[in-house]
């Protein structure tokens, strides 16, 4: 499907003790229809790493990902435009990000 999107996140832990992060993805709608969040939770995982160790987190984002609500229609709405995935430890510690087209 076309509005499939399938992010993947790799993870390395640098330090020289096991430990655990917890990877958060959002979405950010570069020029919302409405009013939105600046950022919106789409997923999260949290990842057992040994020393050195890096794993894959993978998350997938469909056409409800990138919707709003529309109290208007009374339902959900995806409109086309630029959107801004974006990942890290929290809302406050964004790590990367790529703008995605749909």
């Known amino acids: ?50 020393p050195n160790e890096t794993k894959v987190v993978e998350f997938h984002l469909n056409k409800r990902s990138f919707s709003y609500w529309s109290e208007k229609e009374n339902n959900w709405k995806a409109k086309q435009g630029n959107f801004e995935i974006r990942a890290g430890s929290s809302s406050r510690d964004i790590r990367s990000h790529l703008v995605y087209k749909r």
């Open 1 to 50: 499907n076309e509005d499939d999107v399938r992010v993947r996140i790799p993870i390395t832990n640098t330090g020289k003790r096991a430990g655990e992060e917890v990877v958060q993805l959002y979405v950010h709608d570069i020029n919302p229809a409405i009013e939105r969040p600046e950022q919106e939770l789409k997923g999260f995982s949290k990842v057992s790493l040994a």
